[in-house]
């Protein structure tokens, strides 16, 4: 029976520091601000499939062990899973307030409060066409919502005894999370001649905001959680691992256009996002770098940032308070502080009390 209890893993809580701000970076920045890290601004939406995959090798890392000896209590899982996330996605929902009219103006009515209806709900990732109602980033909690209540099953797989055919299997996750964007290069359905992250079409939506075909990458993730039990920490594999992983990641992105953008969205990266989680889940010097305490800190909240990033950028040059500050010659630098500095008060001021309080209720009433 595994009862253990996991380790802290820093450096990867550092490195979701990195991520978060280089979606805040793509959604409100002009890449080749960046110079050499143009290419990695460029593709933050690859930020997002490598949350999807942190997520799936995270919960597998804390709760696999429980899964496979049949101490994992479902409903407590989803219960922990709710109170976790929910308080800061309802945050999110009620600062959106200001893109109602806007949503009203962008769809038919019936369209409109469906997504009134399913974004409380953590459904509106299901239709394509409002997957990004209100919050824009919101489209990934539909997604992690479904992927949640199917964890307790994929977790409770039987642990791999040997290397081999596990890595054949993984192989395999991969192959599947690259069939829908390579279907949608074959048939481009929307009839864009080279798609980027500016195009549009109905099927490209679908391809980037439902929940089923992210669904490879997190499997992917709680598979690398049971090949993450076969390595040693202190491993030299691992620093080589990580190393690799960053390294060709860059390289692929540098390689922009020539690398179709439907495979790059999510599916084409998976294996190298694998080498740098083991990477840096390994005692080595490339983990002790990540696991810097300040990085540490901003990772704690990267959530928070990642969730209420859109909509506070949005109200704070919405409202013009910059332009009443005299800070307007600071921006948009200012602005990225701003949603950090935010992000982290809204962990400490909102999410950790929120779960506190909903988890007590939930004690009482069970």
């Known amino acids: 029976m595994e009862t253990r209890k996991p380790a802290r893993l820093n450096a990867l809580t550092g490195l979701r520091c990195f991520a978060a701000i280089n979606i805040v970076f793509f959604h409100f920045s002009n890449p080749n601000w960046f110079g050499w890290l143009a290419p990695v601004v460029n593709a933050g939406y690859a930020s997002v499939s490598f949350f999807i995959l942190?997520?799936?090798?995270?919960?597998?890392?804390?709760?696999?062990?429980?899964?496979?000896?049949?101490?994992?209590?479902?409903?407590?899982?989803?219960?922990?899973?709710?109170?976790?996330?929910?308080?800061?996605?309802?945050?999110?929902?009620?600062?959106?307030?200001?893109?109602?009219?806007?949503?009203?103006?962008?769809?038919?009515?019936?369209?409109?409060?469906?997504?009134?209806?399913?974004?409380?709900?953590?459904?509106?990732?299901?239709?394509?066409?409002?997957?990004?109602?209100?919050?824009?980033?919101?489209?990934?909690?539909?997604?992690?919502?479904?992927?949640?209540?199917?964890?307790?099953?994929?977790?409770?797989?039987?642990?791999?005894?040997?290397?081999?055919?596990?890595?054949?299997?993984?192989?395999?996750?991969?192959?599947?999370?690259?069939?829908?964007?390579?279907?949608?290069?074959?048939?481009?359905?929307?009839?864009?001649?080279?798609?980027?992250?500016?195009?549009?079409?109905?099927?490209?939506?679908?391809?980037?905001?439902?929940?089923?075909?992210?669904?490879?990458?997190?499997?992917?993730?709680?598979?690398?959680?049971?090949?993450?039990?076969?390595?040693?920490?202190t491993s030299r594999l691992r620093l080589i691992l990580g190393i690799f992983g960053f390294a060709a990641t860059f390289g692929i992105l540098e390689l922009g256009a020539r690398v179709p953008y439907a495979i790059t969205h999510d599916g084409l990266l998976m294996p190298l996002f694998g080498c740098i989680i083991l990477g840096l889940a390994g005692n080595n010097r490339l983990a002790y770098t990540l696991g810097w305490r300040p990085l540490v800190f901003v990772g704690e909240a990267s959530y928070c940032l990642y969730l209420l990033h859109f909509n506070l950028w949005n109200l704070i040059h919405d409202t013009h308070v910059l332009d009443r500050l005299g800070l307007t010659r600071f921006d948009p630098w200012i602005s990225y502080v701003a949603l950090i500095a935010l992000a982290v008060a809204a962990l400490h001021l909102v999410e950790k009390p929120a779960q506190r309080v909903l988890r007590t209720w939930m004690n009482v009433w069970r």
């Open 54 to 233: 942190l997520s799936g090798f995270v919960l597998a890392y804390n709760y696999a062990g429980r899964a496979r000896s049949g101490e994992l209590d479902r409903l407590r899982f989803w219960e922990a899973r709710f109170t976790r996330l929910y308080p800061i996605y309802l945050l999110s929902l009620l600062l959106s307030w200001h893109m109602v009219r806007t949503e009203y103006g962008a769809h038919t009515h019936a369209m409109f409060w469906t997504g009134m209806v399913l974004s409380p709900l953590l459904l509106q990732g299901w239709i394509p066409s409002i997957a990004t109602f209100l919050n824009t980033p919101a489209w990934t909690m539909s997604a992690e919502a479904f992927y949640y209540v199917l964890f307790p099953w994929l977790a409770s797989w039987k642990r791999p005894e040997r290397v081999q055919p596990h890595l054949w299997k993984m192989a395999a996750v991969w192959f599947l999370g690259m069939v829908p964007g390579a279907l949608y290069i074959v048939f481009n359905p929307d009839g864009i001649a080279h798609p980027d992250r500016w195009s549009w079409g109905p099927w490209l939506q679908v391809l980037k905001y439902t929940p089923m075909p992210h669904l490879a990458s997190f499997v992917f993730g709680v598979m690398l959680a049971n090949l993450d039990e076969m390595i040693g920490r």
